[in-house]
């Protein structure tokens, strides 16, 4: 029922609203929140406690406290009495076996009591320790708040936004709004964020911009305030941040403080004033502060009748307890004197909201005159206003807790976000916890979804007395961000992983391709066949898409001598216009890297890396370029050119198709790199052979990819072509021995033990890792990478242990089964002794041992014939 | 041997049956755009490396500096050719980067605000856009992207994904 209409009321009585809750329509007015609108319709039970499933109702009004939580709309935890009413809302009870007003669970607060203390499940529920898990399911459904629908995937879509700000102002009260417009009228770009509905007309006039319902989350360092404005998180950058959160009315503590009809002077002041309602039929007002005893006022106007006031400013009472019949208040006990009453207001003081301030490096200190915590010695560029800096006008020092005395005998609760009362924390100290810290995480007050708004002074009261010190002794927990409750979906936002895509990658889909993730490249694992794909490789030819192929260019007088000292392998000897094959080794001597490098003139070398390594290499090179100071530019070019490998016995006739170059093998021999153009494509071919057929590697700038491509297949096509993806390639490298870094090689492998003593000269004055290399070649190899062949036909999982004696003596790195050869083959790491033609090596497949013999020389075209051919 | 032909992407050949199709890495991509949305992967792009201080050799070219040894250039694709020449000096390392860089003009600040947190007043820079390093310029409302073209159809994706939730 509305009151007649009020000055300052929110709500526009011309249009109603209808919304449902629990599938009843109810209706309310634009300017409600769904929490006013709900109160309007007569409810008063808006949620069951965390733990005893208690009724709760509103108390703070301000969303504070957990007293509101509710289901809107299929979104769980939504604070209803800040969340502004929207025709057509769904609204639910959370937390609740049965209904709001008939819980099943409240049975925990009947009878379970003795059962649950704070922290029972440390104790009681351990044993046996494998039913644990039935445990945790059963108090996982049985506490806590809101639950999360699985099923329902996406439904809400959260963007994340950067903005930059001269001056961000927190919190849309009279100091937050004085601020903002004193740095506006001084020129300043100026954003205010509120949390509430916004500062409204009150902000009329001043040129700033207001954010709200936004809540600051936390102050990080670089002036970044994250910002939950709903659907967006606003990443603010301010270079200046004034905090004027205000204060927080803190509640009382006393037996029944909980019960529905108790309630914070400000949740009265709102529910009067701005959605012009009567918050009960009589009342009692217990306050410390001008603040909270004004309220009366509002309260007669509403035609509230006032049973009793308490100033504990004048009076100190000893005992106070509220009694209620079925959770709701009914009477209130003042140091035995009982009041019927529907209503209690009632407020300890206001304490500044000074979180965020102490994140931001604020010093926070216990005034004992005032009997709050307030934040002094700020950090430079943040400024607190108003209330959070500690203005507040003097009030009295409630009681850490009043005792009810007599037959009251209900729960006195410090944190009603986790159901903690009084006896829970004494309990924790008689246990041992007395510092405020430990105590936090073992009875978990302040760790609810007020964040220690309404619980940490409080709390902190009673340990002071009950540990016979101060309040300052005791001190405060720290505060971290966020500060308020926030959406996992808010901070992960939309969540896009950037992908690496070659010029040729819609074509790959449009043959039907299996696309796999290499490092963030998406590249082709086969087209469906990879068996058929390695047949035609060896029969006719193949195209690869190898555009991911790191590319460098080296240039520059020094460049020769620059890779010499750079590569362990010799490139000083090295002809323009030909290739040679390099691993490329740490300073510890260790293989970072594979590839060829083709020598384009005397100043110009084009070297070529593994698809994930082609970043770190060239931040390598440039490192070392820097070091030594020579005159050498390193340029990475991956991205810029595309390039595919057509390798097969029929390679050369197609490419003599495309191309005016003499392709024959005396004028382009195996190894030799020329420039040319390709079906018109001006082109750097590269004639090597990691596939281990007469191949070319056709590398040309990537908008033409595509065009390169498709041409190449169409004018292969009756040649046999077929393309061919990395599965196909794997089984073709295999054949060769050909090893991939990073598959065959690890962080420790070394080029002698890895079976490649031929790319590391020694006699080089100096290269990087020469003296490693040194030492491995004196110490003598212990192990070996070597290819072997299984006796039997199983394909050895990679990974597989090689055992020597019974024990684990070395593993297989690559393995598949070659059509070829109809073998299984593979690479193994074995101890350096079995390194030889024919040892007999023991792998272990699926708890059985498999006989492999080793096999030094490539599987197939050992001398290198097919590749030179 | 003395220029990279292979790098440049205005060197093709038409004819003997041949006709080679430039395609920007962002066709497919940006098919379903709106108009505020422009692809720019066609402009000829040119890195220095060495001093340009003294160069004036292409009026219509615009400068934009990256670091101080370091200059990105952009031209009309058909000027290309001639700013390569122009720049060609022995003290200079010249790159023709018009294929390693896609290039996307897109309208609204907003929308630059869901995709970086660059400080979209202190333009023309380097970083992170959609997670992917890229350069951004800005003429009033106009910000111009330029980005390893490998990374286009994601960037694409992530543009049109942030402007469908303004």
Known sequence: MRLPPRPQERIDRSRELTFFFEGEPRHGFPGDTVGSALFASGRRVFSRSFKYHRPRGLLCCSGQCPNCLMQVDGVPNVRVCTMPLREGARVRGQNVLGSLDRDVMSVVDKIGGPFTPVGFYYRTMIRPRRAWPLYERFLRNVAGLGKIDRGAGRTRRFDTEHRRVEVLVIGGGRAGIEAARAAAARGEQVVLVDEGLGPGERAAGGSFEVIAPARALGIYEGGLVPVDAGQVLIR???RRIVVATGAIEQPLVFPGNDLVGVMLPGAVRRLTDEWSLRPGSRAVVIGADERALSVVAELRSAGTEIARVVDLRAESPRRIAAEGKKGRLASVLVDGEGLDCDLLVMSGGRQPAYSLLAQAGARIEYDAGRGVFVPIELPASVEAVGAVAGELPSGATPAATYEGGGKARGKCFVCVCEDVTTKDVRRAIAEGFDSIELAKRYTTVTMGPCQGRLCQLPSVRLYARENGT??????RTTARPPWAPVSLGLLAGRGHEPARRTSIHERHVQLGARMMWTGAWRRVHSYGDPAGEVRAVHEAVGAIDVSTLGKILVSGPDAAAFLERLYPNRFGDLRPGRIRYSVLGTD????????TIARLDDDRFYVTTTSTGADVVSEWLEWWNAVWGMGVEVVNLTGALAAVNVAGPRARELLGRLTDLDVSNESFSYLDAKQA????????????GFVGELGYELHCSSPYGEYLWSTLLERGADLGLRPFGLEAQRVLRLEKQHILVGQDTDSESNALEAGMPWVVKFDKDEFVGKWALEHVRERGLRERLVGFEMTGWTVPPEGGQIVVDGRPAGRVTSARWSGELRRAIGLAWVPA????????LAI??????????????PFLDPDGERLRS | MSELEFLSTDRTRTGGGFEPVFRSPLADALAAAGPDVRDLSALGKVEVRGDVEGFDGL??????????GRTLFLCAPEETARLREALADPSRTVVDVTGALAGLELRGERLLRRLTDLDLDGLPAVGAVARVTTIVLRTGEEFRLFFPQEYARSMAEVVLDAAAGL
Request: charged content about 35%; hydrophobic content about 45%; proline content about 5%.
């Open chain 1, 677 to 688: 153009h390709v079906a018109g494509v001006p082109c750097l071919l590269l004639r090597i």
């Open chain 1, 588 to 595: 510890a001597g260790r293989i970072m890297d594979d590839g």
């Open chain 1, 844 to 857: 272990r497949v699926d708890g059985r041992l498999e006989q492999a013999r080793v096999r030094l020389r």
């Open chain 1, 833 to 840: 002794a079995l390194a030889e033609e024919d040892a007999e």
């Open chain 1, 470 to 475: 101060d309040e300052a002794a005791i001190g």
């Open chain 2, 59 to 68: 009026a219509s070219a615009e400068r934009i500096p990256l670091t101080p």
């Open chain 1, 236 to 238: 603010f950058r301010a």
